[in-house]
């Protein structure tokens, strides 16, 4: 069985990957990390992944990005791979998650759904038109635009050469469409999981293709699957 310590345990996602590991034969959550612990686990919880002492094949983080440097740290150190799903990194954490990668097995993807994941590829074939995403999720977000939005436009940036920009508000100034910009909108309310909408807009027509979570389950189920992949791989980055 393979051993993992959850990153975040005590967070949404956190207890939905321990609930679903409850259930799945093939993996089991040994070790947690949170710095809340008001929630009792069947697991020890450490407040810092750099004081767990509990041996594991691999790491499942849902943190938040002020917890990823020491989670980089630690995995290199223990040479334990890491399915890295906390967003909202920096350009330099990125610079450590690719430098990292060199040294252990790392898998990053914005988005741990496999619906998101077909999607991307989609994308990529359908791209061109005037391109717009437009995202939504729950009033307790704390990024924007989000992860998942950003990773939809790199998957049609990069099938179209890199020749895009991306544009958050057009509020600021007055002026016509650039052909070459994607449009990415953040809307924030309720208790919305995840939706994403990409359009298409030509000459009187428009293409539409759209992605709603209707549960935190989906992302829960896409990284226990990756762990179970990654969990003795050799250095490198993967995804899904």
């Known amino acids: 069985m393979i051993k993992a310590i959850m990153n975040g345990c005590n967070g949404k996602m956190g207890q939905v990957i321990s609930a679903i590991c409850k259930e799945?034969?093939?993996?089991e959550i040994v070790a947690g990390v949170d710095l809340y612990d008001g929630i009792k686990n069947d697991y020890p919880v450490f407040p810092n992944i750099s004081v767990c002492d509990v041996k594991a094949d691999v790491i499942i983080d849902f943190s938040n990005a002020k917890a990823v440097d020491d989670l980089l740290?630690?995995?290199?150190?223990?040479?334990i791979p890491v399915v890295l799903c906390t967003t909202g990194l920096s350009e330099e954490q990125m610079e450590q998650v690719k430098a990292a990668s060199g040294q252990v097995a790392v898998l990053k993807s914005a988005n741990m759904s496999l619906g998101i994941n077909l999607l991307m590829q989609l994308l990529a074939q359908a791209a061109g038109f005037d391109m717009e995403i437009v995202e939504k999720h729950h009033n307790q977000k704390l990024d924007a635009p989000s992860g998942t939005a950003l990773a939809l436009a790199d998957s049609m940036n990069d099938a179209l050469g890199h020749v895009y920009e991306y544009k958050y508000d057009r509020s600021s100034e007055r002026k016509k469409r650039d052909p070459h910009e994607i449009g990415i909108s953040a809307v924030r309310g309720g208790s919305i999981v995840g939706e994403?909408?990409?359009?298409f807009a030509g000459l009187d027509e428009v293409i539409e293709f759209k992605h709603t979570a209707y549960s935190k389950?989906?992302?829960?189920?896409?990284?226990?699957e990756a762990a179970k992949y990654l969990a003795g791989k050799p250095a490198g980055r993967y995804d899904l």
Not at 73 to 79: E, F, Q
């Open 24 to 27: 799945d034969p093939q993996i």
């Open 73 to 79: 740290v630690y995995s290199v150190d223990k040479k």
């Open 196 to 199: 994403h909408e990409v359009i």
């Open 217 to 224: 389950a989906i992302f829960g189920k896409g990284a226990i």
